[in-house]
């Protein structure tokens, strides 16, 4: 074995040159596998485009309010004739610098990225980077019209598609004609071809031996590109790259991994599996050594269950949880009905409550309780959630509230619960309830 070796303050072990390329990944069929990500370019603001071509190449932002801006860029200066839409001058169109609210941007174009605006931003501060920007809001119907029309079209080619959100997709290319072809390159042209015939709209695909390394790939040639990834591109393409580019490291994993030397996947992949998992635990540990090797065999999933269901809402001005408690009283309790209004809607009950606080200097909070048996009733996800409340801080003011309903399972396919479960939730049933509702009462 090498001696060891020391990565930005981290002792690792030298390489072994036996595990410089990760297995070749193979499907059953026998042919190399090839798994493609596609993502929508910009494709919130990408659908205002097509409403409105003359705002091509120009900072656009999408985010923001009720969508009212249609009627009156329609009505003209007067107020009284319509004019058509690609016809409307662009200085008539709002500006960013003079927005005022809570908005949060949900997209942006390129151009408006350039000045460092991206998802999630508020739009104050937003307006502060790139003033000059345009302002739309989202049209969530079109939007979710275009998406329906992109994935169609890409079953049409590549019938195994996995939906991972309204802008991205999977797609299995292993078997389908033209897969294998330089790597999965010329279907993804026709693949981004026939989208473009179809919609009007760009994407960019990254084609890899699996989901985790085609994830990464898509971000490679953005916009409108295909990146092509093969197991013998590890070292070159994807070790280079910050370990937050892996699917699955979040912000307080990247800043503990940078605390102990360790940014990029290369220096990642250099650390002995069992340092790791002392660092992160075995589970997390394990996994994070297997990512950064570049391997990961799971499917591409045409059909799944929702893992969670959950309902937010932003609001107007900041709230305080005991001068406006009555407010937000009614705004939490709405939250809670309307998660279970979606969990029985869809057949599902849900074991795990959770709340999300987001507060006014925008630091969020977020706490689960689980529960001793499965519910899909509103009452019961408000006491829930309620209890989640008494754990967090509520003496900052508050801009955003969010109900969460997880370990979900379809109604009627509840597991039998176990002895020692069976015994808390009888003797929960004991407990007198006035207390947790009047604890409760206190906060909202």
């Known amino acids: 074995m090498a001696p060891p070796r ?10 072994d040159s036996s595990e410089t390329h990760p297995p070749t990944q193979a499907a059953p069929s026998g042919k190399r596998r090839r798994i493609a990500h596609l993502d929508m370019d910009a494709f919130f603001a990408s659908v205002e485009l097509l409403r409105y071509p ?5 900072p656009v932002v999408i985010g923001g309010g009720r969508r009212k801006v249609d009627e009156l860029l329609l009505r003209g200066p007067d107020g009284t004739a319509e004019r058509e839409r690609r016809f409307i001058p662009v200085e008539d169109f709002p500006l960013l610098k003079d927005y005022v609210g809570r908005g949060v941007i949900t997209t942006a174009t390129y151009p408006a990225r350039q000045f460092g605006v991206g998802s999630a931003m508020g739009m104050m501060k937003a307006a502060k ?3 000059q920007a345009i302002v739309l809001p ?13 994935k169609s079209t890409i079953t049409e080619i590549a019938p195994v598609m996995q939906d991972r959100g309204v802008d991205e ?12 072809r330089e790597g999965g390159r010329v279907l993804a ?22 989901r985790l390394l085609a994830k990464m790939a898509s971000e490679f040639n953005k916009p409108n590109g295909i990146s092509i990834v093969y197991e013998e591109d590890l070292q070159g393409k994807i070790w280079p790259l910050n370990v937050r580019k892996i699917n699955g490291i979040g912000p307080k994993a990247g800043e503990k991994l940078a605390r102990l030397g360790i940014e990029t996947i290369g220096q990642l992949a250099a650390q002995d599996e069992q340092w790791l998992m002392g660092h992160f635990g075995k589970s997390t540990g394990a996994w994070m050594h297997r990512v950064a090797w570049g391997r990961d065999d799971s499917p591409v999933v045409t059909e799944s269950e929702p893992v969670s269901m959950s309902r937010e809402t932003t609001f107007d001005r900041d709230l305080h949880a005991v001068r406006d408690r009555a407010e937000l009283g009614a705004i939490f309790t709405d939250l809670c009905m309307r998660v279970a209004e979606d969990l029985q809607r869809k057949g599902y009950v849900a074991r795990t409550i959770g709340i999300k606080l987001r507060y006014d200097d925008f630091k969020i909070a977020t706490r689960d309780h689980t529960a001793n048996s499965y519910t899909a009733d509103g009452a019961t996800i408000r006491q829930l959630a309620g209890q989640c409340l008494k754990r967090v801080p509520l003496d900052k003011r508050l801009r955003l509230l969010g109900v969460r309903a997880s370990t979900l399972v379809r109604r009627g396919e509840e597991p039998e619960p176990d002895p ?25």
């Open 189 to 210: 042209r026709l693949i981004q071809k026939s989208i473009f015939e179809r919609t009007g709209l760009t994407c960019s695909i990254g084609v890899a031996p699996n």
């Open 54 to 58: 003359q705002l091509k190449g120009l």
């Open 420 to 444: 020692q479960t069976r015994a808390a939730a009888a003797s929960s049933r004991r407990r007198p309830q006035a207390g947790v509702d009047r604890d409760t009462g206190q906060l909202f």
């Open 129 to 131: 980077l790139c003033p």
């Open 138 to 150: 989202v049209d969530f119907e079109e939007v979710r019209r275009f998406s329906r029309l992109f």
């Open 6 to 15: 020391t990565i930005s303050g981290v002792t690792a072990t030298e390489f």
């Open 169 to 180: 997709v999977y797609i299995d290319f292993t078997d389908v004609p033209g897969g294998q």
